[in-house]
C-alpha cells in the first residue's frame, strides 16, 4: 500500500514539477533568443554658468548645480511615453526588430497594436533615477548587440531633443511677452514725444514754462523799476509842484512803465486760449505723458533683459556621463535563475497542494 502511494506521490510530482521543470529548461537553451543590453548615465543640468550650492558630488565635477527632482522624472516618463516609442519606432522600426526573431514568449507579435508595443518596449527599456545624484540610468535590451546600442543612442538623442525643446518654449514663450511689452512702451513713448513736437511746432514755443519765467522775471524787474519811480516821484513833490516839468516827465515814464507790466502780465493769465498759463498747463500734461511712457519703457526694458536672462538659465541640456557601450554578452534570458526559480516555485507549489491533499483526506477518514 505504501509503494503504491510512493508511486502515485512520484508520478505526480514528476507531472506538476520535474517535467514542466524540463520545458522551461529546454525552452530558455533552444530556443528563447539571447537579448543583450547597452546601458547610459545621463543627467539633466542647466546650461548658464550659475553658482555651486553643493562642493560635493557631480554638480562639483560640472560646475552647475544638480537638475531637479522634476527635470529627471519628466524626462523618465518620456521616454517610457507613446510619443517617444512612435518615434522611436518610425527611426529604427522596432516592429520589425522586436518581431524579427523566432520567439514565441520573449519577442513581440508580429500583429502587435500600438498598445502591446508600448508595453513590450517598456520591458525592453529600464530607466532608473538615482535620488541622490538625480542620474538616470538607461538599459536599452535588444536580440543583437548593434541593436541595443542604436537603440540606447536613440532614445538619449531624442531625450535631448525633448529637454531642448520644453526648455526653448519656456524661455521663448517668456521672451515674446518681454517683447511685446518692450515694444508697446517704445511705441507709447514715440506717440508722447511725436504729441510734443506737435505742440510746439503748431503754437510756436519751445517751452512755455521757461517762457513764463522769463515774463514773469521782466514783470518782476518792472515791477522793481515802478516801485523807484514812485519813490522818485514822492520825493520830487516834496519840493516841486505837480506842473513841474520834472514831476511830468516822471510821471509819464511811470504810465508807460505801468502800461507794459499789464501787457506782459496779460500774456501769462487771460481768458484768451492762447495764454502762457494754458499752454503751460498743456505743455505739462504731454511732459507728464512722456515721463510716464519713458518709465515704462525703462521697465519694459529690464524686463526684457531680465527675461533673456532667465531664458538663458531656463536653458537645460542632457549630459551623458556614461555613454553607451556595444555588449559582448547576452545578460537575458537569465537562463540559470529562471530554471531554479521555476523548480523552487513548483516544488513550493506542489508541497502545498500535497499538504491541502493530505488534510482533505483526513477530513474525509
Not at 512520484?10 to 520535474?18: D, E, P
Amino acid at each position: 500500500m505504501q509503494a503504491k502511494i510512493n508511486k502515485r506521490l512520484w508520478i505526480a510530482y514528476t507531472c506538476c514539477v520535474l517535467i514542466p521543470v524540463l520545458i522551461i529548461v529546454f525552452y530558455l537553451f533552444s530556443f528563447a533568443k539571447d537579448r543583450y543590453q547597452s546601458s547610459s548615465i545621463v543627467l539633466v543640468k542647466q546650461v548658464a554658468d550659475t553658482p555651486v550650492v553643493d562642493a560635493s558630488g557631480i554638480g562639483a565635477l560640472l560646475g552647475v548645480p544638480n537638475t531637479s527632482r522634476e527635470d529627471s522624472q519628466i524626462l523618465k516618463e518620456y521616454i517610457s511615453s507613446r510619443d517617444m516609442i512612435e518615434q522611436l519606432d518610425q527611426t529604427l522600426n522596432l516592429r520589425q526588430e522586436f518581431s524579427s526573431v523566432r520567439d514565441p514568449i520573449f519577442a513581440l507579435p508580429k500583429d502587435a497594436s500600438v498598445e502591446d508595443l508600448v508595453e513590450y518596449f517598456n520591458k525592453m527599456i529600464k530607466v532608473e533615477l538615482d535620488e541622490q545624484t538625480m542620474m538616470l540610468h538607461v538599459h536599452a535590451q535588444g536580440f543583437s548587440p548593434q541593436f541595443s546600442l542604436k537603440l540606447n543612442q536613440e532614445v538619449l538623442k531624442q531625450s535631448d531633443q525633448f529637454i531642448n525643446e520644453i526648455s526653448q518654449t519656456i524661455a521663448q514663450e517668456q521672451q515674446v511677452f518681454a517683447q511685446k511689452q518692450y515694444t508697446e512702451a517704445t511705441a507709447q513713448l514715440d506717440e508722447a514725444r511725436q504729441a510734443v513736437l506737435e505742440y510746439q511746432n503748431e503754437n510756436e514755443i519751445f517751452d512755455p514754462e521757461l517762457q513764463a519765467k522769463a515774463v514773469a522775471t521782466l514783470i518782476a524787474g518792472l515791477q522793481s523799476s515802478l516801485a523807484q519811480m514812485k519813490t522818485e516821484e514822492r520825493t520830487l513833490l516834496s519840493y516841486l509842484t505837480p506842473e513841474a516839468p520834472q514831476v511830468v516827465a516822471l510821471r509819464s515814464q511811470i504810465a508807460a512803465l505801468q502800461q507794459q507790466i499789464n501787457t506782459e502780465s496779460s500774456k501769462l493769465t487771460s481768458p484768451n486760449n492762447l495764454k502762457l498759463n494754458k499752454n503751460v498747463a498743456d505743455f505739462e500734461a504731454l511732459k507728464a505723458q512722456v515721463e510716464f511712457a519713458a518709465d515704462l519703457y525703462k521697465i519694459s526694458l529690464v524686463s526684457l533683459e531680465k527675461a533673456r536672462l532667465e531664458a538663458s538659465r531656463k536653458l537645460k541640456k542632457l549630459v551623458v556621463i556614461a555613454t553607451p557601450r556595444l555588449a559582448q554578452d547576452a545578460l537575458y534570458p537569465r537562463k540559470v535563475y529562471i530554471s531554479l526559480t521555476s523548480f523552487i516555485l513548483l516544488n513550493i507549489i506542489f508541497g502545498i497542494g500535497l499538504l491541502i491533499h493530505s488534510i482533505i483526506r483526513e477530513h474525509r477518514e
